[in-house]
């Protein structure tokens, strides 16, 4: 099965610093890229996406960087807050055509811990 | 918004006993419903898909026998646990997919399953 590697297991960054988070993938036919935010006990929220024919896309203070030649992305959030401390999870999915429409894998997760 | 609800939120059963989990679009109709397990402080993986008014696909390593999914219609799809065992305890949530919705854009709030 195709991995999506996510890099660091854990995070903590203090209030106002930037969180950076990375991910790598092997499928070079996959062409979407979200970034979801858990809270415990919750379902995950879709944050940010991107499509591999741009290489960066800015949300509010979520920025996703993507490099196509290395197969990575990443997720960095400006001006971190207590209120972002959740766990973070990259993932990719074939959105065009095929039997695998809209079926996304998961990276390993990344909790971030944001210190007032 | 789209809203993905899912029922119960929680649930104890005895082992050898079978559980049902409802996942429901609210306000729009989901041709896919993707279905995901998510154990404590893992990833989440990718169960099975489900089109409405077909059988659902399972990925490698499911047991279809014991997670029965229906997708009556285009708004309701439910997974029964069959035989439920302790290592069946986990997080399950839904998802919704399908056109014109964006890829993993709806996620339900998740069913956390305890089997004793």
């Known amino acids: 099965q195709q991995q999506v590697k996510q890099s660091p297991q854990s995070l903590i960054v203090q209030k106002g610093g930037i969180s950076i988070i990375n991910c790598a993938y092997e499928?070079?036919?996959?062409?979407?890229f979200p970034w979801y935010q858990q809270f415990p006990g919750k379902g995950p929220a879709l944050l940010i996406a991107?499509?591999?024919?741009?290489s960066e896309k800015k949300e509010g203070r979520f920025t996703i960087s993507f490099n196509k030649s290395a197969k990575q992305f990443s997720l960095h959030i400006m001006d971190s807050q207590p209120g972002d401390s959740a766990t973070y999870f990259c993932?990719?999915?074939?959105?065009?055509?095929?039997?695998?429409?809209?079926?996304?894998?998961f990276g390993q997760g990344t909790i971030l811990t944001v210190h007032p | 918004g789209a809203v993905v609800s899912q029922h119960p939120s929680w649930v104890i059963c005895k082992s050898g006993t079978s559980v049902k989990i409802e996942c429901r679009s609210l306000?729009?109709?989901?041709?896919?419903m993707f279905w995901y397990r998510q154990f404590p402080k893992q990833s989440l993986m990718l169960m099975a898909t489900?089109?409405?008014?077909?059988?659902?696909?399972?990925e490698q390593g499911v047991e279809k026998d014991k997670f029965l999914i229906n997708h009556a219609s285009l708004t309701l799809s439910t997974l029964t646990v069959t035989s439920a065992h302790p290592e069946d305890s986990s997080f399950y949530i839904c998802?919704?997919?399908?056109?014109?919705?964006?890829?993993?854009?709806?996620f339900g709030p998740g069913t956390r399953l305890t089997v004793t």
């Open positions: 993932a990719d999915a074939l959105n065009a055509g095929g039997t695998s429409y809209g079926k996304l894998t």
């Open positions: 998802s919704a997919g399908g056109l014109p919705l964006r890829v993993g854009q709806y």
């Open positions: 499928n070079t036919a996959f062409d979407y």
């Open positions: 991107i499509r591999p024919d741009v």
């Open positions: 489900s089109n409405e008014g077909s059988k659902a696909t399972y």
């Open positions: 306000d729009f109709q989901a041709t896919t």
